[in-house]
C-alpha cells in the first residue's frame, strides 16, 4: 500500500477515535442514578468576573452513593458556585450549610431512565454520523489520489471496514451506558 493511502487511512482512524472518545465524555455527563463529581463537570462559576470550571474554585467529592458535596476554596463562593449549578440546570436542588455545598442525588424514575436512554441514543447517532464523515472524506481523498483502481478498490473496502469496527465499538458503548441506567 502506497504511503498516501496509509496517510488517509490514519487520517480516517484519528477522526474516528475521536468521535468514539467525545461519545464516551457525552455518556460521563448522562448520570445513570449514582452521584458523581463528573455530573458537576458543566457547571461554571462567576469568579471574579470570569466564567470559570467548577472544579477549578472547589472539591467535588462524592461520599456516598446519593450524595455529592461542593466544598469551595475560598468561603465567598458559596453563593456564586449555588447560583452556577442552578443556572446549569441539571435538576439539583443545591442546599448551602455555610461551609459546604450539598447536593442529594434523587433516584431515577422509570420515565427519567427512559429518556437518559434516548439521549445517550442520540449520542450514539452523533458519533455514528461523524465517523460516516470521516469515512465519507477518506473515500473522496482516495478518489483525487493518483492510484490505480484495484488500489483504490482496496483502499475503500479498507475504509469500510475501520468505519464498521468503529460503529460497532459506539453500540458496544451504548449497549453499555443503556444497562447502567435502565438498572435500578
Same mark, same amino acid.
Given at each position: 500500500?502506497?504511503?498516501?493511502?496509509?496517510? @488517509? +487511512?490514519?487520517?480516517?482512524?484519528?477522526?474516528?477515535?475521536?468521535?468514539?472518545?467525545?461519545?464516551?465524555?457525552?455518556?460521563?455527563? @448522562?448520570?445513570?442514578?449514582?452521584?458523581?463529581?463528573?455530573? +458537576?463537570?458543566?457547571?461554571?462559576?462567576?469568579?471574579?468576573?470570569?466564567?470559570?470550571? +467548577?472544579?477549578? #474554585?472547589?472539591? #467535588?467529592?462524592?461520599?456516598?452513593?446519593?450524595? @455529592?458535596?461542593?466544598?469551595?476554596?475560598?468561603?465567598?463562593?458559596?453563593?456564586?458556585?449555588?447560583?452556577?449549578?442552578?443556572?446549569?440546570?441539571?435538576?439539583?436542588?443545591?442546599?448551602?450549610?455555610?461551609?459546604?455545598? @450539598?447536593?442529594? #442525588?434523587?433516584?431515577?424514575?422509570?420515565?427519567? $431512565?427512559?429518556?437518559?436512554?434516548?439521549?445517550?441514543?442520540? %449520542?450514539?447517532?452523533?458519533?455514528?454520523?461523524? &465517523?460516516?464523515?470521516? $469515512?465519507?472524506?477518506?473515500?473522496?481523498?482516495?478518489?483525487?489520489?493518483?492510484?490505480?483502481?484495484?488500489?483504490?478498490?482496496?483502499?475503500?473496502?479498507? #475504509?469500510?471496514?475501520?468505519?464498521?469496527?468503529?460503529?460497532?465499538?459506539?453500540?458496544? +458503548?451504548?449497549?453499555?451506558?443503556?444497562? %447502567? &441506567?435502565?438498572?435500578?
Amino acid at each position: 500500500m502506497n504511503e498516501d493511502i496509509q496517510f @488517509i +487511512l490514519d487520517t480516517a482512524k484519528e477522526s474516528m477515535d475521536a468521535a468514539i472518545k467525545h461519545l464516551e465524555k457525552q455518556f460521563i455527563n @448522562i448520570r445513570a442514578g449514582k452521584a458523581s463529581p463528573a455530573m +458537576l463537570g458543566s457547571v461554571m462559576v462567576d469568579y471574579y468576573g470570569s466564567q470559570t470550571p +467548577l472544579s477549578q #474554585v472547589a472539591n #467535588v467529592n462524592t461520599p456516598d452513593g446519593r450524595t @455529592i458535596t461542593v466544598q469551595p476554596w475560598e468561603k465567598n463562593m458559596l453563593q456564586e458556585i449555588e447560583r452556577g449549578i442552578m443556572y446549569a440546570n441539571l435538576g439539583f436542588n443545591p442546599m448551602n450549610n455555610g461551609d459546604t455545598i @450539598i447536593i442529594n #442525588v434523587p433516584p431515577l424514575t422509570e420515565e427519567r $431512565r427512559r429518556d437518559l436512554a434516548k439521549q445517550a441514543k442520540a %449520542e450514539v447517532e452523533d458519533a455514528k454520523i461523524s &465517523i460516516r464523515t470521516a $469515512r465519507k472524506d477518506a473515500n473522496d481523498d482516495i478518489k483525487k489520489s493518483d492510484i490505480s483502481e484495484d488500489l483504490e478498490k482496496n483502499a475503500e473496502a479498507d #475504509v469500510q471496514k475501520l468505519t464498521d469496527s468503529y460503529v460497532l465499538k459506539a453500540d458496544a +458503548l451504548f449497549e453499555v451506558k443503556e444497562k %447502567e &441506567i435502565m438498572t435500578v
